[in-house]
Nanobody, 124 residues
């Protein structure tokens, strides 16, 4: 079983950037497809981005496409989310998730392991 820990959240002005990281504490990281999700107060958890096991397949939600980039470094057991041109509507708790599979998935129920989340706040 893998444990995931996110970091890198914080407060940033609109138009700014943040880089989130998610580190896996154990397990064979390279077998996992990985995703980032976010949840704003009073809203359901929302898909942000996902990357497949090889790193060659990525998918993004329409709301972040062109502004966010997901990447992985299996040597460091890390998946990152580079967030540029941030908007106030990007404010949420961001969580990473993992599933031992080859493909990418965009539904929260399709992931088996979750981190505790990190807060991102974008001020206008």
């Amino acid at each position: 079983q893998v444990q995931l820990v996110e970091s890198g959240g914080g407060l940033v002005q609109a138009g700014g950037s943040l880089r989130l990281s998610c580190v896996a504490s154990e397990g064979t990281f390279s077998i996992y497809a990985l995703g980032w999700f976010r949840q704003a107060p009073g809203k359901e958890r929302e898909f942000v981005a996902a990357i497949n096991r090889s790193g060659g397949g990525r998918t993004y939600s329409d709301s972040v496409k062109g502004r966010f980039t997901i990447s992985r470094d299996d040597a460091k057991n890390t998946v990152a989310l580079q967030m540029d041109t941030l908007r106030p509507e990007d404010t949420a708790v961001y969580s990473c998730a993992a599933r031992a599979t080859m493909s990418v998935f965009s539904m929260p129920r399709q992931y088996d392991y979750w981190g505790q989340g990190t807060q991102v706040t974008v001020s206008s």
